[in-house]
């Protein structure tokens, strides 16, 4: 005898079995009257019904019950007052006369006045400007720059412009210098979320540390076509504080841009994953679901004795237990799902791991073929994505 699902033959014998009737709901229902069912049929044709087995195609029709509500992450960047100088190894090696005398042409000066303001013997003047002009700086006339000679001017007028240094933000954080831009800046930082840099002031000593050469060509080349010779002369030095003075603040929105690879100067988040699995239901045999076990026992005695109705609640039941669990893995901060392998995992205490707080999340079957069709949670692990943010995408 089968248990589940079997079809009802009534032995031909002078006395009905005794019907058990589960309750006045389970009555069998009215046929319809032959006039209403030739009417004609102007509507479209309803989706065909799936099933608690149908697990692919119900898993097609899983969404969110409720969007997670936004979410971000913001960091505080340590900021230090800076300073960036220009130099050129070209202009290093020439004297301070030298440097005066192509300054001096440069401006519009003659050579009678230079040597008056210098005080120096017409000698000396002379030898300078043999030297000049074995370079290619001054013109056999001895009164007028080169094309090249002029831009040594150019630039010797640039650094005389720049003799203070220019004014940079550094961020400690991403080791570079920026813009110093103060809408950009906090006085005030959340000290949980102050971002550890790997600063060593010792390195800062270098020539062109960090990104400072880039900063320094930028404001030596960016208006003028220098030759090659110059730009490839340029370096920087800079001088850094010792205190930060302010913070940068920087966000993370988009929790679903991170990385699983650690990269350089980067954030390590905690994201909160939660693992459900869910049993599809019948939500129609929710109300029996007690008497169920009653039923199945009638059914392998006798299912004679069960009503249309009573082998249709065993038959579905039966098909709830041979349906497939269906497990998600759902961000709680964005809201999207999707099955890791091995990504996931409990979280150890880490000093340099910032973690999320989980939202809460439920996901239900949202497509009119799987009405009548409910997911019940049977369990649950709340586990975590570790993703690492590069600061260069994070948002200001």
């Avoid at 000593?205 to 960090?210: C, G, L």
């Avoid at 199945?296 to 009503?307: A, F, H, P, Q, V």
């Avoid at 949202?366 to 994505?385: F, K, N």
Wanted: net charge negative.
């Amino acid at each position: 005898m089968k248990i589940f699902g079997s079809i009802i033959r009534r032995p031909k014998s002078a006395k009905e079995p005794t019907v058990l009737h589960l309750s006045n709901s389970m009555k069998s229902e009215t046929v319809r009257s032959s006039a209403s069912s030739q009417e004609t049929k102007t509507t479209k044709p309803e989706k065909e019904s799936l099933k608690v087995t149908d697990t692919a195609a119900l898993e097609k029709c899983l969404q969110l019950e409720n969007a997670p509500q936004y979410a971000e992450m913001v960091f505080y960047c340590p900021i230090r007052n800076a300073k960036i100088f220009c130099h050129s190894i070209i202009i290093d090696k020439l004297g301070d006369l030298t440097k005066f005398i192509i300054a001096s042409l440069y401006k519009g000066h003659s050579i009678a006045e230079i040597g008056d303001l210098t005080q120096m013997g017409s000698t000396t003047v002379k030898e300078e400007l043999d030297y000049l002009i074995r370079g290619g700086l001054i013109e056999s006339d001895e009164a007028t720059l080169t094309e090249l000679g002029k831009q040594y001017g150019k630039l010797l007028e640039m650094f005389d412009e720049l003799s203070d240094g220019i004014d940079v933000a550094f961020n400690v954080f991403s080791d570079e210098f920026e813009k110093d831009e103060e809408e950009k800046y906090t006085n005030e930082a959340d000290s949980k979320y102050i971002l550890k840099g790997h600063f060593i002031p010792a390195l800062a000593r270098n020539d062109n540390y960090a990104n400072s050469k880039t900063i320094a060509r930028h404001m030596i080349i960016s208006d003028i076509p220098f030759c090659s010779e110059i730009k490839d002369s340029l370096y920087a030095t800079v001088r850094i504080e010792k205190k930060e003075t302010r913070y940068k603040v920087v966000r993370i929105r988009n929790f679903d841009n991170g990385s699983s690879l650690e990269s350089e100067h980067c954030v390590k988040v905690a994201i909160p994953f939660d693992r459900i699995t869910y049993k599809p239901r019948y939500s129609w045999i929710d109300q029996y679901r007690d008497v169920i076990p009653q039923v199945n026992t009638i059914c392998e005695k006798n299912e004679e004795l069960l009503s249309d109705k009573a082998m249709r609640l065993v038959s579905a039941a039966q098909e709830e237990n041979e349906a497939l669990e269906i497990t998600k893995e759902i961000n709680t901060i964005s809201g999207t799902f999707k099955r890791f392998k091995n990504n996931l995992t409990e979280l150890a205490g880490e000093k340099s791991l910032y973690v999320m707080d989980r939202q809460p999340v439920q996901l239900v079957l949202a497509d009119e073929s799987c009405t009548g069709i409910y997911l019940e949670e049977v369990y649950r692990e709340q586990l975590y994505h570790v993703c690492y943010y590069p600061f260069r995408q994070m948002e200001v």
